[in-house]
């Protein structure tokens, strides 16, 4: 059948725009830092204790051989986080807290970016219910900005004024020296009491030493009737990259040596174990166990099973 003209000018039209000279498309790079997250908040029970996950916000880091795999490089990081699902040239991360109720306190762990880096912790807390002036204590893993930042309000006085904050005593000089947190620890010095890990801090909790991510790193291991979760603080920020290769070494730890060290340790007890983990960098809402995969693990979400 003969063209018509409009069935001839659609040909050209097809012909030019397949002939023309494609324009490259420019792709952004990553930048780190934290990212905007909605308020939230997810609550479960372990033995007799109400446990709640608050959101607070997000993180990202770009795959480039910094953060994760300094010694394999980002080709290898690549290869773990596709075979995930995941974008290859970057690293994505929760920033979330937990909060514990039991008799007589009414504990918050960690305290997320604060107000300078957009956390929404003060919403999600007043999600589930809870006001800054009711938490009586506040455990600390470590001094970095996204678990100390939202110990302060936007104007700089104490968040949470009712509580006792306890942070490890190796931790505690740090933070009162570095540059991104002195005005935090002098904001809040006279609630701040530093304790030695390895004795329980309040009724069922227990400080654990996982040193290598800062100095006085700890985690926290919560006990109630029987059953037990830790919070596991940084030892592990990424459910795909730390769990697949425990050993590989980053810049997110201070000591990179120590950090994997303690990784690799740690995670081995806690799978062996079967033990509930929190953890504030994976993914929403980070509580679950951990099953072995062949010389790493997998990361199996819930908190029951």
């Known amino acids: 059948m003969p063209l018509n003209l409009k069935h001839l ?45 608050l959101r607070d916000g997000g993180f990202v880091t770009p795959n480039d051989g910094g953060d994760f795999g300094s010694q394999v490089g980002p080709a290898a990081v690549g290869r773990l ?27 918050l762990l960690d305290t997320g970016l604060g107000p300078a880096d957009h956390g929404v912790l003060p919403w999600s807390l007043a999600l589930a219910g809870v006001t800054p002036d009711q938490i009586t204590d506040v455990l600390i893993t470590h001094d970095h900005t996204d678990h100390v930042g939202g110990l302060v309000t936007a104007d700089g006085k104490p968040a949470f004024p009712s509580a006792v904050i306890h942070i490890s005593a190796r931790e505690w000089p740090g933070m009162q020296k570095d540059v991104s947190t002195k005005a935090i620890a002098a904001a809040v010095a006279t609630q701040v009491k530093p304790f030695d890990p390895g004795q329980p801090l309040l009724p069922g909790v227990t400080a654990i030493p996982l040193y290598g991510h800062t100095t006085g790193h700890v985690g926290y291991e919560i006990a109630a009737a029987g059953q037990t979760l830790e919070d596991i603080g940084d030892t592990a920020h990424s459910s795909i990259v730390n769990l697949a290769e425990p050993a590989w070494r980053g810049g997110m730890d201070e000591d990179p040596a120590a950090g994997a060290a303690t990784r690799t340790h740690e995670l081995a007890r806690l799978a062996a174990a079967h033990e509930l983990i929190f953890s504030p960098h994976f993914p929403w809402p980070g509580v679950g166990r951990l099953e072995a995969k062949g010389d790493g693990y997998m990361w199996k979400p819930g908190p029951s099973g």
């Open 9 to 53: 000018l659609l040909f050209v039209l097809l012909f030019v725009s397949a002939c023309a000279p494609r324009a490259s498309v420019a792709v952004a790079p990553v930048v780190a830092g934290p990212v905007a997250a909605a308020a939230g908040f997810a609550r479960f029970h372990l033995g007799g204790l109400e446990v709640t996950v």
């Open 81 to 107: 986080l596709r075979a995930a699902g995941a974008p290859s040239d970057r690293i994505s991360l929760s920033v979330d807290a937990l909060l514990v109720r039991m008799p007589g306190h009414l504990v």
